[in-house]
């Protein structure tokens, strides 16, 4: 497999985070807010602490984009993307679609990343040219090609509800067979799984996305921006089964 060492790495790396954010659950006594009221804890900057030590420890020159610290910058051409808590509120309430996201970035390309659920023990991985697995098994996107028949989800329903991109998204949500809410990246892997066809988001971050779109391509579905670019970094994000891409994106045109 490529970057097996890179992915084996990361699959130890997020047992062990996974295994202290389980333990700290029942211990949380502080919830602080950032500037646009998402929360975070402790546990939030330990985790992204925990892994950005770990993969320094084995890469050196590498450098990081956290949710939580930041950019630091390395020496090499790759940078890590980290999310240590994603879906913190879910943790908070005791909702187990909370997960540990980590992506490899080598001269801006995505080339690996993981998507670890402690709560429940899923675990998804993916590589360049090197397919998309969960807990071992090979996953691929759904092949449903036309909308009525879709189950899909979207982000960002309610909080762009009066905005042009709101509306798009709830007219093309309601053709579909039948659409829901799964809560942060859950929703990205049902569409690398083929349970679910495809996903919208309009407000997740560059760290929210990372190892997920990577998941989704290499189990045979595509991820992009409104303007077809594939990148994680626009404001809005597809990822979606090939046979329903086209029309899924077309709704933006």
Not at 9 to 20: A, F
Not at 70 to 90: A, H, Q, V
Request: charged share 30%; with cysteine; aromatic share 10%.
């Amino acid at each position: 497999m490529p970057y097996e060492t890179e992915i084996e790495l990361l699959k130890e790396i997020v047992l062990v985070v996974g295994e202290y954010q389980l333990e700290m659950q029942p211990k949380l006594k502080k919830i602080n807010l950032k500037e646009d009221r998402s929360p975070f804890t402790e546990v939030d900057v330990n985790s992204e602490n925990m892994i950005k030590e770990k993969i320094s420890e084995k890469f050196t020159d590498d450098g990081f984009l956290g949710e939580e610290s930041g950019i630091t910058y390395g020496k090499s051409s790759r940078r890590w993307i980290i999310d240590p808590l994603d879906g913190t509120r879910p943790y908070i309430h005791g909702i187990p679609t909370h997960s540990i996201l980590i992506a490899l970035e080598d001269k801006g390309e995505l080339v690996a990343g993981i998507a670890h659920f402690p709560a429940l023990k899923e675990t998804y991985w993916a590589s360049k040219n090197g397919g998309a697995f969960c807990n071992g098994e090979k996953i691929s996107v759904s092949k449903t090609d036309k909308i009525e028949d879709c189950m899909a989800s979207g982000l960002g329903v309610v909080e762009e509800a009066n905005e042009k991109n709101g509306k798009l998204l709830i007219e093309i949500l309601n053709k579909c067979d039948s659409f829901y809410g799964f809560m942060d990246a859950y929703s990205y892997t049902a569409v690398a799984a083929g349970k679910m066809d495809f996903f919208v988001s309009l407000l997740d971050k560059a760290w929210d996305r990372a190892p997920l779109a990577i998941i989704v391509k290499e189990a045979g579905g595509i991820f992009s921006d409104f303007d077809g670019k594939e990148t994680i970094y626009s404001k809005e994000f597809i990822v979606s089964n090939k046979n329903m891409f086209k029309e899924v994106l077309e709704n933006w045109a």
